[in-house]
């Protein structure tokens, strides 16, 4: 079956443009979740939905970043005034249920450069 | 709080010998712990998980990992390398109950080389 699908996969833009990343989950997974993986700092999390509602948003590093979630599915991250810092592979996982016990499965990411 | 230390930032094996990629965490509450392995330009994908069954996970590809409480430790081990094995592999815990058992805090990453 399908996996998890992010577009673009690579995206270049101007330091001050916004971005769009776009993540579309496997299908009935309930749970979504970004994380950004970054030379400095790893993978960290980001953002987590189950279904439209996003309980946890801890890991959004400013308020120029934010996301939705629509349809229970598709989610959108919105990165305004793109800095240098924020380039970084942005990755997106989803899962059946949210919890220890459910693998997430993650999509192949998005590869963000700020010039 | 949880944290997670991959011992070695890089591993470099001949194929055919054995593997070990050293994991150490750090966990408020009792943890599930996985490993993940990313091929270059490739997604994550899981190798196995441990979430308080049984302390020897076996995973994919013929690794498996042993949960070692005392240590806290999540070594990964594989009897003999083979070329295909060459990526990056990521230990990574999260709380195995509790209100954000949902949340994956990923170690730094061993680079695993295997040279023929």
């Known amino acids: 079956g399908a996996g998890v699908s992010q577009s673009p996969s690579n995206k270049v833009t101007e330091k001050g443009k916004d971005v769009e990343l776009r993540c579309d989950p496997i299908?009935?997974?309930?749970?979504l979740y970004w994380y950004r993986q970054s030379l400095g700092q790893g993978l960290e999390f980001l953002i987590y939905?189950?279904?439209?509602?996003?309980?946890?948003k801890s890991g959004l590093p400013s308020d120029r970043f934010s996301a939705e979630r629509t349809g229970g599915s598709v989610s959108t991250l919105t990165i305004q005034r793109t800095q240098q810092e924020d380039s970084a592979v942005y990755l997106c996982?989803?899962?059946?249920?949210?919890?220890?016990?459910?693998?997430?499965?993650f999509g192949p990411g998005t590869r963000l450069t700020v010039t | 709080a949880q944290s997670v230390t991959q011992l070695d930032s890089h591993v470099s094996v001949s194929e055919g010998t054995p593997v070990l990629l050293r994991c150490n965490y750090s966990s408020s509450y009792s943890p599930s712990l996985f490993w993940y392995v990313q091929h270059p330009n490739k997604g994550l994908q899981l190798l196995l998980k441990y979430t308080s069954a049984a302390t020897l996970v076996k995973g994919i590809n013929g690794f498996e990992a042993e949960f070692k409480k005392s240590e806290t430790s999540f070594h990964l081990t594989k009897p003999s390398a083979h070329m295909s094995d060459a990526a990056e592999y990521f230990c990574?815990?999260?709380?195995?109950?509790?209100?954000?058992?949902?949340?994956?805090?990923f170690g730094k990453g061993t680079l695993l080389t295997v040279n023929p």
């Open positions: 996982a989803s899962s059946l249920e949210a919890g220890g016990g459910y693998e997430q499965y």
């Open positions: 939905f189950q279904g439209n509602s996003a309980p946890d």
């Open positions: 990574v815990v999260s709380p195995h109950s509790g209100g954000s058992n949902y949340k994956l805090t």
């Open positions: 299908s009935g997974h309930t749970a």
